[in-house]
């Protein structure tokens, strides 16, 4: 054969790479992959990168503003995620939406929402790592689109799958974190706060009342500059 027809050959492998991302958690998802939200949520929907494709209803991409300067980034979908295909929308959603309009925050116009992982782990089960693992590409690739300037992450995987942050929530919620350009704040997940439901100064619901403050601070101050 030919080194023409040898190159030739190589060049419509690396051309095909693209279409094989979500068959194989092998294959790279680079920055730029993807030039829109709506060619990646295709390719999550056809995603099975890890055995979580196999016992979900819907995949999991987001909701909120494409261009918000807040993204907020949970662990994986629930069973009410899960059957809706959107993120936060069971009793932790709810409770997220209130304390955003607490500080009068809108969750359609300045806030995006996603997830570490796209799709549910049975029985809502934490994540793997190495599911984590085969998904994260496809967040930091929302990240990219999105371009916000703040990022939450809400509990403990969040936390980690994103920063690989080795210290507990509990220990650095509230304080702000530079990643990639990016101010992060690591703050409780809502359904902590569910199970958690003192009102008492020091307890969870009383800090999560002074970070969220602090984050619209931080909003005003961006949205200013």
């Known amino acids: 054969m030919s080194s023409e027809n040898q190159l030739s050959l190589f060049e419509e492998s690396t051309f095909n790479q693209k279409e094989l991302i979500p ?5 790279a998802i ?13 390719h999550c929907s056809n995603c099975h990168r890890c055995k979580l494709g196999d016992t979900r209803q819907n995949v999991v991409v987001g909701r909120g503003n494409i261009q918000a300067s807040i993204m907020i980034i949970g662990e994986a979908p629930g069973q009410n995620e899960d059957e809706t295909g959107l993120p936060f929308v069971g009793r932790a959603g709810q409770l997220l939406e209130k304390i955003l ?3 009068k925050l809108d969750s359609k116009k300045d806030v995006y929402i996603a997830n570490i992982n796209k799709c549910r782990p049975p029985g809502n089960r934490n994540p793997t ?6 998904c994260k590409p496809y967040l ?5 689109l999105v371009d916000p300037k703040i990022i939450l992450l809400t509990g403990a995987t969040a936390l ?5 942050e080795k210290r507990g929530i509990t ?6 974190i530079e990643w990639e350009g990016r101010l992060c ?11 958690n439901s003192t009102r008492e100064v020091g307890g969870p619901k009383w800090l999560m009342w002074q970070d969220i403050q602090a984050v619209r601070a931080k909003f005003d101050e961006i949205q200013k500059n």
């Open 171 to 176: 220990k650095i919620r509230g304080q702000w």
């Open 129 to 134: 790592t190495e599911e984590i693992k085969a």
């Open 185 to 195: 704040m690591p703050i409780f997940h809502p359904s902590y706060l569910l199970r």
């Open 101 to 103: 309009a607490s500080v």
């Open 23 to 27: 068959t194989d958690a092998k294959i």
């Open 160 to 164: 980690k799958g994103l920063l690989a």
């Open 140 to 144: 930091l690739e929302q990240i990219r």
């Open 30 to 42: 680079s920055p730029g992959t993807y030039p829109s939200m709506v060619e990646l949520a295709q």
